[in-house]
């Protein structure tokens, strides 16, 4: 028997009982629409997530520290480890970091200044090094021959929303230092050079909150002794991340430096959110399999219903085979217009609840985390249809339909004639 | 105890010629059916052979018995068997479908053969739309459209009332006779007996007696 007439003897079955027909139908739409908004909506929020992260991070940029972040810390960075960053390959920029973290910032009346941290940097080398966040707000950066100079991050400079220093102002620097067992306080009066934009967090580190002075300041200050807390690498790839950071270890001692590498966290956070969407996916399979089960259900009544049919099929010359086919083909239809049908059910159902999901995220109830970014947008979920997907959710449809109906299926093809042609 | 095996045939042997009309004559429970199934290749017997030229059919598989079925074996039941959900057209049209004959042959041989038993007009009608005789006729055109050299028919008259019989009974004699195809009729109706060109009278599944009818023996 030709394929297009058993399709359409198939069909014509399939018509004769509407309801029968859309309800089993009904449950593979439902399969495949959980499947195709559930996989467009992971995707979605896969997507978001890592834009979202690739903003809060600066991907292109390596932090590098002495001795253990969690452990504490080792001995600084001499100049000699600073350019032997700078030899490795694949690294585009390398500026180096003091950090003063006993440093204090007052006006001239004796009022604190809300900064966590001053650090000591090329602010030339800075601006290449973090352009997107590393931007003026007001005022000119310092260059590197100064050393009266200091330059505030957007929140140490402003308290609630009004500008707590002026450019141009004259600020006291106060830092405890200790040498050979001597702990002395040395103070310094600064001029404020510029205000930085607000930048976000980079990695784990937030200059919003810091104060930055030239680095020849601090060298001054401290003694002249030229020692770095933090080594800043910019990569020219941040694939290569990975690679860069393990020739940057070979230069140094083992065990003695840490290095942060924001790729290398975006990538877990990647493969969790890939679980997570195999995850839903299993979930949605199993409505799919409920739905198997259903055209299983009905179509062993159908084949029930229709023995005296098959028998007569048989009286006139029907293999086995050919009913078999007649059987699968309904259950192939079946499979083909519930999922293509689901497909667009899941595409429809994916907005609908993207559309909730942005609602109920506003800014307000998102709290300050590593991954805001500034001005704070709204989390908004665009479902993503992949066509992998589509096609392997429409083919899985379609495999369910004629697994489950081929119990059914064999059963009618297996029925006796005679036994058939006299069933009531 | 157990189950008893109650043989519905046993030692029947007879031969048919080509363009015979056969009827085959019994009380119920004498094995007119079983027979008849096993004549077309439906049933199998769990002893004996049927040779259908010179071939015991029963020794091909499913798949050629089906082939045999559908290419040299034409069925008429009692209780007509057309698909209930197929017009008059769709059901002749079936055999040549299943043989997988191309759609414009096998509609156009379809109605051909719709107008040789008169029902034309009734193509596009369903079973139940259908008198008790037009759907024997579409049963019977269902049964011709493969062209088979032997025809088997199960109490044809059976579910009709005489007039209409008669007129099937006629019907089968035309087609016996025009274009010569082998009719085996299992019956109870004297009147196919008599018309036949040879009777066998099953009882018990033995054959009792055989009538040679010299009226419509065809030479």
């Known amino acids: 028997m030709r394929v297009g007439k058993i399709l359409s003897i198939a069909l014509e079955n399939l018509k004769q009982r509407k309801l029968r027909t859309t309800l089993t139908t009904l449950g593979v739409v439902i399969g495949i629409a959980a499947i195709i908004g559930l996989a467009a909506l992971g995707e979605g929020f896969r997507l978001e997530v890592k834009q979202r992260m690739e903003a809060g991070f600066e991907l292109h940029v390596l932090i590098i520290f002495p001795g253990s972040i969690t452990a504490g810390l080792g001995q600084p960075f001499s100049p000699t480890d600073v350019s032997n960053v700078r030899g490795v390959e694949n690294v585009s920029l390398v500026t180096p970091m003091i950090t003063l973290p006993t440093a204090k910032v007052n006006k001239t009346n004796g009022e604190r200044i809300g900064a966590f941290t001053v650090g000591a940097i090329n602010f030339t080398e800075m601006q290449a090094m973090l352009p997107e966040r590393f931007k003026l707000a007001d005022g000119i950066f310092p260059t590197a021959d100064e050393n009266d100079t200091i330059v505030f991050g957007y929140r140490a400079a402003t308290h609630n929303g009004t500008a707590v220093v002026d450019i141009g102002e004259t600020v006291n620097l106060t830092m405890k230092i200790e040498t050979g067992g001597n702990r002395m306080t040395i103070n310094k009066t600064v001029r404020v050079a510029a205000i930085l934009q607000e930048g976000g967090t980079a990695g784990i580190t937030n200059f919003d909150y810091w104060a930055f002075i030239p680095t020849r300041t601090a060298v001054q200050m401290l003694g002249g002794e030229e020692r770095y807390q933090m080594i800043l690498v910019r990569v020219s790839d941040p694939k290569v991340s990975e690679q860069v950071g393990d020739a940057i270890e070979g230069k140094f001692d083992p065990y003695t430096i840490s290095i942060l590498v924001p790729s290398t966290f975006m990538q877990q956070v990647d493969s969790i959110l890939n679980l997570l969407q195999v995850f839903l996916m299993a979930i949605a399979s199993i409505s799919l399999l409920v739905a198997g089960i259903g055209i299983m259900n009905i179509m062993t009544v159908s084949v029930m219903e229709r023995t005296r049919e098959v028998g007569i099929l048989k009286a006139i010359g029907a293999k086995s085979r050919t009913v078999l086919s007649m059987f699968l083909a309904e259950a192939t239809l079946i499979g083909v217009a519930g999922g293509f049908i689901g497909i667009f059910t899941g595409y429809g159902l994916s907005y609908a609840v993207a559309n909730v999901l942005s609602r109920v995220m506003q800014p307000e109830q998102q709290s300050d985390t590593l991954f805001s970014t500034p001005g704070r947008k709204p989390l908004t979920i665009s479902p993503v249809f992949t066509p992998e997907w589509t096609i392997a959710a429409f083919v899985f449809a379609i495999v369910i339909c004629i697994i489950f109906g081929l119990y059914p299926a064999r059963k009618a093809a297996k029925l006796d004639p005679v036994k058939a042609l006299h069933y009531e | ?219």
Do not use: C
């Open chain 2, 1 to 219: 105890m157990g189950k008893v095996k109650v043989p519905a045939l046993q030692g029947v042997s007879f031969s048919i010629d080509k363009g015979e009309f056969l009827a085959i004559f019994g009380p119920s429970g004498s094995g007119k059916s079983t027979l008849l199934h096993l004549l077309g290749g439906l049933d199998r017997p769990d002893m004996g052979e049927i040779l259908i030229d010179g071939v015991d059919i029963h020794r091909l598989d499913d798949g050629k018995l089906a082939e045999l079925r559908l290419t040299r074996i034409g069925f008429v039941f009692q209780f007509f068997n057309l698909l209930p959900r197929l017009t008059a057209l769709k059901n002749v049209e079936l055999p040549l479908a299943i043989a997988g004959v191309s759609e414009k042959e096998t509609t156009e041989r379809a109605k051909k053969m719709l107008r040789f038993v008169g029902l034309e007009a009734r193509a596009t009608h369903r079973p139940y739309e259908l008198s008790g005789g037009e759907q024997q006729r579409v049963a019977i055109a269902r049964a011709l459209i493969n062209d088979p050299k032997i025809i088997l028919a199960d109490e044809p008259t059976g579910n009709l009332d005489t007039k209409t019989g008669w007129e099937i009974v006629q019907l089968m004699k035309r087609l016996n006779e025009e274009k010569g195809q082998t009719f085996i009729v299992v019956t109870h109706d004297p009147r196919i007996a008599e018309e036949a060109s040879r009777a066998i009278y099953l009882r018990d599944g033995l054959i009792e007696e055989v009538k040679e009818n010299n009226r419509g023996r065809r030479a």
